[in-house]
């Protein structure tokens, strides 16, 4: 019916489009020929001849553009470029030359093959405005994602043979891809506060009373009107003060922003095959049923341990050159970041911004080539290495003072801390350890890598050492903030002397490992496991770390502690 249609539960069908065309389809093509021919003039007293040389340069470029909105909330875009090259015979170019006609016919048979393309890259990005805000119930809420793929592919070199014909460098080409997914999501919380009667009528008591409005003349509230005639109920009034009280601290909460990226990427030396269509060799029939292949071109993969990677598909079709002279690394690089924000505005005139953020990026390199003797292709060399950073909470070691002899206490419990930590590492150990040097469990000594670390953390954010998280990188970043208040210039005495007065405080805290890099000497356990074994021990008959961490540092930032922004009538 008709009054089922206009429900607002309908929303998400009837806001439903499509459109049956792109709304851009694009092709660009330019060519761009240089032909330079330099005779050297003989200025000695002998009778030299020095031959002429030639410099030519006929280069084919063509772009291909498609966009298509296919609805209103999701929309496409493809981007290709084909970099090529003309090749020319040698010798001059001259139309009265005996080889005019045999020259003219080899630049047309070029031309008609499209050229030998040095490179081609694409690019496809397609954005999703998620349609939840059309659902009432989630209206408050508007989010979107985007995705972004590129692929590259990048020729091998000429080269010149011994019977002076030139040929691909037997090295193979290089691939490349990329994706970068993200997602945004906004709460606007003054929208959820109003689906709330009782949340909505004290936003809007609020707001009446911040505009200075009176409620004589206006017709009685009976709720109030009930409450007036009950005055004699302290109990109830009390009640109500404390759960209007609680109610706006709740309101307090203006807005929340979250957003999450991540960003892959894959790079693949040796790769023998060409590109002529959207990234695929014509002369391999295979190429797109390849499951894995098809998506690699448009950025997608995986870089997990023992997840798909590009490899199985180049090992299945044999793409991969076996010449030894490609000593090229593959590399695989991976980083995410998170950024959250909230804004509260607990008392009018106040306003914090509350953040916290977690980065995190790494790049894996190996060598991965034909070995002769096990007549397949072996992986080695392979060394990780990134950095890692995020929002932190110092505050309750930043205000400490100094001990004894002008002891650190915040650095007197990192000491501490350490026995503890170590009996936490030895107790999640699958193996069973004795007792080491100091009474510390064997291989987490009280200077072994992870042990310093973590105890490092719990001292100075003033965190127990007996809870605190044992990694070195945390997964949940903590809360920084930021607070102005301009309330004191709303006072009428205040007016008369300023154009504006603000008071405002931040704190900003970040933890840092600057960076990080594989461990040669660590030897995991038996099972497998992260978890070191009792063969990988150093000097100091420490476990060896699978990631060698050279530096971590923790900055704590008042920037200001207590600040005042005024501005004078008279300036």
Request: overall charge positive; glycine content about 8%; cysteine-free.
């Amino acid at each position: 019916s008709k009054k089922m249609l206009r429900s607002p539960w309908w929303k998400p069908i009837k806001d439903f489009n499509f459109n049956y065309a792109p709304s851009r389809v694009g092709v660009r093509t330019d060519m761009n020929r240089r032909y330079t021919e330099t005779q050297m003039r003989n200025t000695t007293e002998y009778d030299l001849y020095i031959p002429p040389t030639y410099q030519k340069n006929f280069l084919w470029n063509r772009e291909y553009h498609l966009k298509y909105d296919l609805t209103k909330a999701i929309r496409f875009q493809y981007d290709a470029f084909n970099y090529g090259r003309i090749d020319e015979p040698e010798g001059v170019v001259d139309k009265n030359a005996s080889n005019w006609q045999e020259l003219k016919d080899s630049i047309w048979t070029n031309i008609g093959k499209g050229g030998r393309t040095t490179q081609y890259t694409q690019t496809t990005v397609a954005n999703w405005t998620l349609p939840i805000n059309k659902i009432p119930l989630f209206s408050w809420i508007t989010s979107n994602a985007s995705y972004t793929g590129n692929f590259t592919w990048d020729a091998a070199p000429r080269t010149l043979n011994a019977d002076g014909t030139i040929s691909q460098d037997p090295v193979g080409n290089t691939v490349q891809n990329s994706q970068n997914m993200q997602i945004n999501a906004t709460a606007n919380m003054n929208n959820l506060y109003n689906k709330v009667p009782f949340l909505k009528k004290i936003s809007q008591k609020s707001r009446g009373r911040s505009r200075g409005k009176s409620t004589r003349g206006k017709k009685a509230d009976p709720e109030e009107a009930a409450d007036d005639s009950t005055k004699t109920k302290k109990e109830l009034k009390a009640l109500k003060f404390i759960g209007e009280g609680l109610a706006g601290l709740i309101m307090s909460v203006k807005n929340v922003n979250f957003t999450y990226s991540e960003t892959n990427g894959t790079l693949l030396p040796g790769y023998q095959p060409q590109t002529d269509f959207v990234g695929l060799d014509k002369n391999d029939a295979d190429m797109g049923n390849r499951e894995g292949f098809v998506p690699f071109l448009f950025g997608w993969q995986n870089i997990n341990p023992g997840s798909w990677d590009i490899r199985e598909e180049a090992n299945k079709g044999d793409w991969l050159t076996r010449s030894p002279d490609q000593f090229q690394a593959m590399s695989r690089t991976h980083s995410n970041n998170l950024n959250a924000r909230a804004t509260l505005e607990p008392i009018k005139g106040l306003r914090i911004d509350v953040t916290a953020m977690r980065t995190y990026s790494e790049g894996i390199s190996e060598f991965y080539r034909w070995s002769d003797t096990l007549q397949d292709f072996e992986t080695t060399n392979q060394v990780k290495s990134g950095n890692f950073s995020m929002s932190y909470l110092s505050w309750p070691t930043g205000f400490e003072k100094t001990g004894v002899n002008n002891s650190s206490p915040a650095f007197d419990q990192f000491l501490a801390n350490r026995s503890v930590m170590a009996q936490r590492f030895a107790s999640e150990h699958p193996g069973i350890l004795g007792v080491g040097p100091n009474g510390f469990p064997e291989g987490y000594g009280e200077n072994q890598q992870e042990v310093l670390i973590a105890s490092f953390l719990a001292a100075y954010s003033g965190s127990d050492a007996n809870t605190s998280s044992t990694s070195s990188m945390p997964r949940i970043p903590l809360p920084n903030w930021r607070a102005t208040y301009d309330g004191l210039g709303k006072i009428p005495f205040m007016k008369k002397l300023f154009k504006s007065i603000t008071f405002n405080h931040a704190y900003r805290s970040t933890y840092n490992v600057s960076s990080f890099t594989t461990n040669l000497g660590f030897v995991p356990y038996s099972d497998g496991s992260s978890f070191p074994s009792t063969d990988g021990i150093d000097s100091s008959q420490n476990f060896v770390p699978q990631l060698q961490i050279n530096t971590v540092t923790l900055s704590e930032q008042f920037s200001p502690l207590f600040g005042i922004d005024m501005t004078w009538k008279n300036s």
